[in-house]
């Protein structure tokens, strides 16, 4: 009986304290935190959309984690910067374009977070008969290494063209 009172006891214990690492403010101090995350991490998105629209590759390469993984559609994973700055230098090569991305959702969760969103590609090939925006969705794994916030991983897949109306031919806002 008095094992149980002991272990009874330990665990009201226990479950009183906070997470560790939680300070005085509790949960509001926690959210306040993510929030603040959550907004540098759609500052960087619109500073990747905008070094991507220059063709600054080196500007992009600073965005993702060294052992980054991107998985564009019907394409192999692409593992580490080398490979993911290569794959875009030869698609930009092959057809110059834009992006336009508008997050949907950005959640924290510690060291990791995710960008939810939707994109317009507008390309612009050698044959402008066949430039066709292409319309889409992505998932952004972004990790914070060193006090910062790189790519992880990446992954989007593209709409077709029957799944949009007239009025979806442009990247959804937030709702």
Known sequence: ????????????????????????SGAAGNEAVQ???AEAIAVLQEQ??????AGDLQAMEAFYAEEAIVVPPETLP???????IRWIDQRREESPFEI?????EIVVAGDWAFDRGAYALHLAPRD????????GNYLRLWRKQDGS??????????LPDLALSPDAKRVPKRP
Do not use: F, Q
């Not at 066949?130 to 319309?135: D, K, T």
């Open 128 to 135: 402008p008969a066949a430039a066709a925006p292409e319309y």
């Open 78 to 84: 692409l593992v580490g910067t080398g490979a993911i």
């Open 35 to 37: 929030a603040r995350e």
């Open 1 to 24: 009986m008095p094992a149980i009172v002991a272990c009874a006891l330990l665990l009201a214990i226990l479950s009183s304290c906070g997470p560790v690492g939680e300070d005085s």
């Open 100 to 104: 336009e991305t508008s997050s949907h």
């Open 149 to 158: 916030w790189k790519i992880a991983r990446d992954i989007w897949n593209r």
């Open 48 to 53: 990747w959309v905008i070094a991507t629209n």
